[in-house]
């Protein structure tokens, strides 16, 4: 279920309450983007604009004034136009700016020259999305020099620019309960689509056709868009960390790497399966899978409140770095090898991101230069992963060319953590299970 419009008037009014008194934020709508030649892509709106409004239309501006007695949220947006409706669709022009998404006042975008400077004479300080809109970044400019053209006649323009993203981009990173009510469906319907894949995988399928299995799954499910790109690699192509070509055939005796998730009701999920094409894993191949399945379930053993962001990555760290000396992959004392950063030839990521209305969700990772404290309500993933090059000539033969990496969303909880993404098998007997049961 989508959010609510009183959880997008609950957003604004939490982000007002952090806005400096006498200020004004303003946030743009993302653009359309060209596909090819007179063509788009689907519109996906900017994940601020949406957080704060649920507006899902190009051309706007949304403006939030904490205190302005006439209103604190405005938006410029396209007027209605019967015309364009009959070509592009549905549009909710001025009265569908108030009516549905609950704007105090709304104008036309073409007015934006003349109404913004108006809101900002007399405002001390300015918020917005400084160096990542070129666009805006001008418009920002000739709106204060508008502003400053006046001062004679007692027009005075902001003297401070503030980067809305910081402000803005922390009260994003602690999940309201009905964001983490979407969130939990976005994961579940992921997770059927990963089992499904399991279920379909045949040798001799193309990469691409086991990616329609998750495609199909997400669409019935209610989620048209994928939350990115869906990587599904067989064989070596699991060693390539962002693949997503998905052009090769699936071959009988290799695993396949699927990460893929959908967007649904704008919020991401993120899920990474490793299993083998033919339906059993070789004995090489188990030996990786369950030292990186250790490290995954260490790892996630480490979210809870108080702990540090870095800790979970650290404890992957260590699992990993001991399993690869146990199996010969790397030789040495293990502390050493830690510290030299050895183990970065087969692990050479974090072990997970932010997650929410973005796949690679914002907040910052560290607080005044030191790793951040885990807080309820934050949501994140945890994907630690093995890829032995297939040109590693330093390991034997029949290590190279694996890749797998095992990814599931959490959220930290009270009492630690809850997997939200835990539908769907990862481990050996579970996977083999499941696929010899299709």
Not at 49 to 54: I, K, P, R
Not at 230 to 246: P, Q, R
Not at 361 to 372: L, Q, S
Request: contains cysteine; charged residues 25%; negative net charge.
């Amino acid at each position: 279920m989508p959010l609510s419009q009183n959880d997008f008037r609950v957003h604004r009014q939490n982000v007002m309450a952090r806005m400096a008194p006498n200020s004004i934020a303003v946030i743009a709508a993302a653009p359309t983007a060209v596909r090819s030649r007179d063509t788009d892509y689907p519109y996906r709106q900017n994940s601020d604009f949406y957080y704060l409004s649920g507006f899902n239309e190009p051309d706007a501006l949304l403006v939030l004034a904490p205190g302005r007695p006439e209103g604190e949220f405005l938006m410029l947006c396209r007027p209605k136009n019967k015309q364009m409706e009959i070509w592009e669709g549905r549009m909710a022009g001025l009265e569908g700016a108030c009516d549905t998404y609950g704007a105090d006042e709304a104008f036309a975008i073409d007015e934006a020259g003349d109404v913004l400077p108006k809101l900002l004479d007399g405002c001390s300080q300015i918020y917005y999305s400084i160096g990542l809109d070129t666009v805006l970044d001008q418009q920002v400019i000739q709106w204060l020099n508008s502003v400053k053209k006046n001062a004679r006649a007692g027009a005075s323009a902001p003297d401070v620019l503030s980067n809305l993203d910081q402000l803005l981009h922390e009260q994003r990173l602690i999940k309201s309960e009905q964001e983490l009510t979407v969130l939990r469906e976005s994961c579940d319907l992921a997770a059927k689509a990963h089992a499904r894949a399991m279920q379909a995988c045949r040798p001799g399928m193309m990469e691409f056709q086991l990616e329609s299995e998750l495609t199909y799954t997400f669409a019935q499910g209610g989620a048209p868009a994928v939350a990115y790109n869906s990587i599904v690699g067989g064989g070596e192509n699991a060693c390539i960390l962002h693949y997503t070509d998905n052009n090769h055939a699936l071959n009988s005796g290799d695993l396949v790497l699927i990460d893929a998730g959908c967007e649904k009701d704008m919020y991401a999920s993120d899920i990474t399966r490793t299993f083998p094409v033919s339906g059993t894993f070789s004995e090489p191949q188990a030996l990786l899978y369950r030292l990186t399945l250790e490290a995954q379930l260490a790892a996630i053993k480490k979210i809870k409140p108080g702990n540090r962001w870095n800790e979970p990555h650290d404890e992957s760290v260590s699992v990993l770095t001991k399993g690869l000396v146990s199996l010969g992959l790397l030789e040495g004392d293990l502390q050493t090898l830690i510290e030299e950063g050895a183990y970065k030839r087969f692990y050479m990521h974090r072990v997970g991101h932010w997650l929410g209305i973005d796949v690679h969700d914002v907040g910052a990772y560290k607080v005044n230069g030191e790793w951040r404290p885990l807080e309820v309500g934050m949501v994140m993933t945890v994907e630690p992963g093995l890829y032995i090059a297939p040109d590693d000539q330093t390991v034997e033969p029949r290590w190279r060319g694996i890749g797998i990496r095992i990814e599931d969303d959490v959220v930290v909880t009270q009492d630690g953590c809850e997997v939200m993404t835990a539908g769907v098998p990862k481990t050996i007997e579970d996977i083999e299970a499941l696929m010899q049961s299709a």
